[in-house]
């Protein structure tokens, strides 16, 4: 019955079915232990006087592999414009949390205890200038809630005000946050805030479309990350760009359209310029040490 409350609307999605209460859960405490003491000499710790972007993404629906495609390629890809801006070695400003049993020896699973976790984690790595752009993906429900669900594992749900509290408790001031799920803009009055940009996939009231195992993304996720973010458009254009390309996207299909939202916080805007600012100069004194080297092109 949990289950029933969550929509996604799309083309009948193949949703892996139980196999069965005889099947035991089975333990992966130990892998994710081994995942977790990784972390720290994995994730590079801010550069001073530098705005710094990090990247959390969350696949909170372990039941369908698209939750956790989108999500993996979001943070390769952000791997790619930024490990070598940053000057961090092998270290990266990328992390993510997933559900889903195929990468539970890579990733940690995304719980609220984990969530949590990994946040204050982060809070300590950044410093209070920098940015995090966290990205959400799930079904999400009429009442503005996120399917966080494992198979056999467990099954729960996230809202904006656990978000939030979270956030706050990480002490991470500046955040860019996009939540992918149906009636996901339920989301934005309890995450925004003068430095904090929200997106969301759809409004309070309708369903945002492409959640299923055929796909590799959700509509929100392909029109964001691989039409633009891959093609080399800046995010916050990208995400400016987002509603026209997803209408189309849905009208193609006779879909009743999700209205993708954001909104922009006073301050978090002139914020954002102060690190493209600072990302041009990075460029620029890339490109003078080392010019055959084409620069990687930032967000």
């Known amino acids: 019955m949990f289950l029933a409350f969550f929509l996604c609307a799309a083309a009948p999605s193949k949703i892996n079915p139980s196999r069965g209460p005889s099947q035991a859960r089975k333990d992966y405490s130990a892998v994710q232990s081994l995942v977790r003491k990784s972390l720290n000499s994995e994730i590079a710790n801010e550069n001073p006087g530098e705005i710094d972007l990090f990247f959390l993404g969350v696949a909170l629906y372990g039941d369908q592999d698209v939750f956790m495609r989108e999500t993996l390629y979001a943070h390769n890809l952000f791997e790619d414009r930024y490990h070598d801006l940053y000057g961090s070695g092998k270290k990266s400003f990328g992390l993510s949390l997933v559900n889903n049993v195929k990468t539970a020896n890579r990733y940690?699973?995304?719980?609220?205890?984990?969530?949590?976790?990994?946040?204050?984690?982060?809070?300590?790595?950044?410093?209070?200038?920098?940015?995090?752009?966290?990205?959400?993906?799930?079904?999400?429900?009429?009442?503005?809630?996120?399917?966080?669900?494992?198979?056999?594992?467990?099954?729960?749900?996230?809202?904006?005000?656990?978000?939030?509290?979270?956030?706050?408790?990480?002490?991470?001031?500046?955040?860019m946050l996009i939540v992918s799920a149906c009636f996901s803009g339920g989301f934005i009055p309890g995450l925004e805030s003068p430095k904090t940009l929200v997106a969301t996939a759809a409004d309070p009231n309708h369903s945002s479309f492409g959640c299923t195992d055929t796909r590799n993304f959700t509509y929100y996720g392909e029109a964001l990350f691989k039409r633009q973010l891959n093609e080399g458009t800046g995010l916050l254009d990208s995400l400016y760009r987002m509603p026209p390309i997803i209408k189309v996207m849905e009208d193609e299909q006779g879909y009743k359209n999700s209205n993708p939202q954001m909104v922009i916080g006073n301050d978090f805007l002139q914020h954002w310029q102060k690190y493209q600012d600072d990302l041009r100069q990075r460029l620029t004194y890339r490109q003078e040490e080392a010019p055959k080297t084409p620069p990687k092109r930032g967000w």
């Not at 099954?155 to 990480?170: F, G, K, P, Q």
Request: aromatic content about 10%; proline content about 3%.
């Open 108 to 175: 940690l699973f995304a719980t609220k205890e984990n969530i949590a976790e990994i946040l204050k984690f982060l809070g300590k790595k950044m410093g209070q200038e920098d940015i995090l752009f966290i990205y959400f993906t799930s079904h999400g429900s009429r009442s503005h809630k996120l399917s966080m669900t494992l198979p056999r594992q467990f099954r729960n749900n996230l809202d904006s005000e656990e978000i939030r509290t979270m956030l706050d408790d990480a002490d991470i001031p500046w955040r």
